[in-house]
């Protein structure tokens, strides 16, 4: 099980929203959510990480909890979230130069399957990733409650992480 600390921001059922924090800032930045000085972050500026949780120990919104996703399950999805559109590229590109045999464009033709390739593989990846969202293996558990956090300190993240 892969571990990560956070904070509850929101209780829903039997699910928790929570929001990841870590326990020292960014060497470059200085934050301790999101990224501060990356290309994505100067560009789409600063996302919290969000995510729902299932709420197995009656987490409360405040708290500080230790969250785990199963290895072998983040393994698996990150394999195929790179795999399937590489695979399809290749595929694509192959097939597109035997389709031009000989003619003088076949790099164009291997370029344009690529591409398809490409879209038909994040198209299957769309659909597999739909399949798997009621799949227990793939959902993040709060585990247990984080001791080692301060109260206060969790108290205040939490309020200033989301506004209704």
């Known amino acids: 099980m892969i571990e990560e600390h956070a904070v509850v921001i929101e209780v829903e059922r039997e699910l928790a929203l929570l929001e990841v924090v870590r326990r020292t800032p960014c060497g470059l930045c200085g934050q301790t959510r999101g990224c501060g000085i990356s ?3 100067r560009l789409f500026g600063h996302r919290n990480n969000i995510f729902r949780a299932v709420n197995q120990i009656g987490a409360k919104l405040g708290d500080s909890v230790v969250v785990g996703v199963d290895e072998r399950a983040l393994l698996t999805s990150s394999l195929v979230a790179y795999g399937a559109p590489l ?3 290749l595929a694509g590109a192959l097939l597109g130069s035997l389709f031009a045999g000989e003619a003088a464009s076949s790099d164009l033709h291997a370029v344009v399957g690529a591409a398809i390739g490409l879209m038909l593989g994040l198209l299957w990846l769309k659909v597999h ?3 798997h969202v009621l799949d227990p293996r793939y959902r993040p558990v709060i585990l247990r409650a984080d001791e080692a956090a301060e109260g206060s300190q969790v108290q205040w993240k939490c309020e200033t992480t989301r506004t209704k």
């Open 39 to 41: 290309l994505w972050g």
């Open 87 to 89: 695979l399809g590229v």
């Open 129 to 131: 990733a739909a399949g």
